[in-house]
């Protein structure tokens, strides 16, 4: 049976079931007021038969003990939308207990300043949470629900002030906070090109090999392309859903997610077996913007989900970047609008980790090709473009059109012919065809 240890995380094999260490004080919820501690007692040691755990589908949901914060906030994800400010700044001065309470019972006062008929509406979904359900249908696929306060939750969250998830379900053995420290989003068009997916798929793999989380929200084309290149190289992926971790979405990208809950992370707002609608993918986007350093558009058109993760990140003070594509091109018309404003170009890992990365992650300096004539003094390159194209000169004709004093002239012709520039024909002075020479020009050659 899976079950969950003090910290919230899945728990399996022959061990007795899980109980609650008393703490010193209050458990922290960040932003929101303290709620005394559920007094639980001890279980006395079962016996052999008892301490057998049953398969998942035969765990009875009354054999586990949930902190009251941590069923509030489970029952609170299935009542309230991702992205509501005004439920968060309810549950902000009210707390998750309270707030609950609220909801679920037709004869509690509504939070202050609640239209009756929002209430109503909530009401009908807060009677039909079962939190300790969803809390062991998360244990039974290996997951956990995390809450603000959490050892394991995000600080960087914390940024969205009232839009703050209420709580994380969480797929996967990492600890996200950790992951996230490090964490660079990567978006784009799902009908992208064959350019955009391969540019995902590089800069996913890139940034993994250079010690960074690729997020991105699993979705076809850019999301996909970033993901399949993390795990190509054996790197951290995190995939932000808007469903239940247990409901992959799209469809199309079962196997890709349940690989990732596999050898990353798979994180949702919503509670195990929720659907998707168009609003929840507008709202999961500022999940990634928050959670992470900085957004990488590779591909977008003017109206795409990506340019609101983007513009998302910018207002949350997280760096902005894009890749350019071809001015022809309909799907790089948003990310080269977001490059005309704030954002900043990229074209490879190794640029994005300088703009994130810390003090020394410096992308290579690039530099075109060196070429022999790059290293030759003033003096010599001077003498060597006052040779004519075709025939030849002589000393005196070079050092006049060169401006450099007869013996200088000759001293450096002398030096050009070791280095195999020019050769010389009795008096006069020539070019050494190369193979690379661009014929047409006019002095001096290439």
């Known amino acids: 049976m899976n079950t969950l240890d003090e910290w919230g995380f899945a728990t399996s094999g022959e061990e007795p079931a899980p109980r609650q260490e008393a703490r010193a004080g209050p458990r922290r919820d960040s932003g929101h007021r303290a709620q005394p501690k559920a007094e639980t007692r001890q279980p006395s040691t079962p016996p052999a038969a008892a301490r057998k755990h049953p398969a998942p589908h035969q765990v009875s949901t009354a054999q586990a003990t949930y902190e009251p914060q941590r069923t509030a906030r489970a029952a609170l994800t299935r009542i309230l939308e991702p992205g509501d400010e005004t439920a968060g700044r309810w549950l902000r001065e009210m707390g998750p207990v309270a707030l609950w309470h609220a909801l679920s019972q037709d004869d509690a006062p509504p939070p202050l300043g609640a239209s009756p008929a929002k209430i109503a509406g909530l009401r009908l979904r807060a009677a039909r949470a079962r939190p300790t359900v969803d809390l062991a249908a998360v244990a039974a696929v290996g997951g956990r629900f995390l809450c603000p306060g959490d050892a394991e939750w995000p600080g960087q969250l914390d940024d969205l002030g009232d839009a703050r998830p209420i709580g994380l379900w969480v797929r996967g053995r990492a600890n996200l906070r950790i992951w996230a420290l490090r964490s660079v989003a990567v978006v784009g068009a799902r009908a992208c090109t064959e350019y955009g997916a391969h540019l995902a798929t590089t800069l996913g793999a890139g940034l993994v090999d250079r010690g960074w989380t690729v997020v991105s929200g699993a979705a076809y084309g850019i999301d996909g392309a970033a993901h399949r290149g993390a795990l190509a190289a054996d790197g951290p992926t995190v995939a932000v859903l808007a469903s239940g971790v247990d409901h992959p979405y799209p469809r199309g990208h079962t196997e890709l997610i349940d690989r990732i809950a596999e050898q990353g992370l798979v994180v949702a707002e919503l509670p195990p077996g929720d659907h998707p609608t168009r609003s929840r993918f507008v709202q999961r986007n500022r999940v990634i913007a928050a959670l992470t350093r900085g957004t990488v558009v590779v591909e977008a058109e003017l109206r795409s989900g990506s340019l609101v993760t983007a513009r998302?990140?910018?207002?949350?003070?997280?760096?902005?970047?894009?890749?350019?594509?071809?001015?022809?091109?309909?799907?790089?018309?948003?990310?080269?609008?977001?490059?005309?404003?704030?954002?900043?170009?990229?074209?490879?890992?190794?640029?994005?980790?300088?703009?994130?990365?810390?003090?020394?992650?410096?992308?290579?300096?690039?530099?075109?090709?060196?070429?022999?004539r790059d290293l030759l003094d003033p003096v010599a390159l001077r003498v060597l473009e006052a040779l004519p194209a075709r025939g030849g000169a002589d000393t005196g004709r070079l050092a006049r059109d060169s401006g450099t004093p007869r013996d200088l002239a000759q001293g450096k012709l002398f030096e050009l012919q070791s280095l195999g520039f020019v050769q010389r024909c009795g008096e006069r002075w020539e070019l050494v065809r190369r193979a690379n020479s661009t014929e047409g020009s006019r002095r001096g050659g290439t």
Do not use: K, N
């Open 312 to 372: 998302r990140a910018l207002a949350l003070g997280r760096f902005t970047m894009g890749t350019p594509g071809p001015v022809t091109s309909g799907l790089s018309a948003g990310v080269h609008q977001l490059l005309r404003g704030e954002a900043t170009v990229v074209t490879d890992a190794d640029e994005v980790i300088e703009l994130v990365g810390s003090i020394g992650d410096l992308a290579p300096e690039r530099r075109g090709p060196t070429f022999a």
